[in-house]
């Protein structure tokens, strides 16, 4: 996609990219982004305009924090996957705030904006707009390093594409990321682990999960 030379998405690269999504299932938005202004601009310019799943993240977050209508404009399930940061940026609200109230917080705004929301955290928390709420607790401390949250982007996006409603993308999602993540911790430890190391740890996770399941068909 073109960007001028400057490192950043131009917003001539708009009409690429919804020419781009035309067969596609899914568009994640966001890792690796940045925080330009025509980011904001081309973000307009596609919600509500493409009729695909969204997964929002990182600076797709950042981008909207300033125009939340859009989330409610877009036909097909959004996902949102902010830290307590973004969260706050979102709702306006501070982050004790969240940090206080986080299942209220994030039902709120998924009721609000008819939206999926991923509150990333020590337990993460799902929540969808017909009030189905989920509390994951895979994962550890060592995951709080940069890059995670893009692997749980891809993880989402990619469930999406293979067939799976947004809602149970999302609890999957979350479940393999912190199990990918604590494979990762038990081979390298929580000290130093990357992000590349919970990716490498995904394809275990995955099996381990499908052995699981064969055993209880």
Do not use: W
Request: one cysteine or more.
């Amino acid at each position: 996609l073109p960007d001028n030379g400057t490192g950043y998405l131009h917003e001539n690269c708009l009409d690429e990219i919804l020419a781009m999504v035309e067969n596609m299932d899914v568009l994640a938005i966001g890792p690796g982004l940045g925080r330009k202004k025509t980011i904001s601009e081309i973000l307009r310019n596609i919600f509500g305009r493409i009729n695909i799943s969204i997964v929002l993240d990182a600076d797709g977050l950042n981008g909207i924090s300033g125009n939340i209508d859009l989330l409610s404009q877009h036909t097909k399930p959004v996902v949102i996957t902010p830290h307590v940061g973004e969260m706050a940026r979102l709702t306006g609200l501070t982050i004790a705030e969240i940090l206080d109230s986080p299942v209220r917080v994030s039902q709120e705004f998924s009721r609000e904006h008819g939206v999926i929301v991923l509150l990333k955290g020590a337990t993460t928390v799902v929540c969808e707009p017909g009030g189905r709420i989920y509390f994951n607790t895979t994962g550890n401390s060592g995951m709080a390093t940069a890059g995670s949250g893009d692997v749980l982007t891809g993880i989402i996006s990619g469930l999406i594409a293979q067939g799976y409603h947004a809602y149970d993308a999302a609890v999957l999602g979350a479940f393999l990321h912190g199990h990918a993540g604590n494979l990762a911790a038990a081979l390298r430890g929580e000290a130093g682990m990357t992000a590349g190391d919970i990716l490498a740890s995904l394809p275990t996770a995955l099996k381990e999960l499908y052995e699981l399941a064969e055993k209880h068909l």
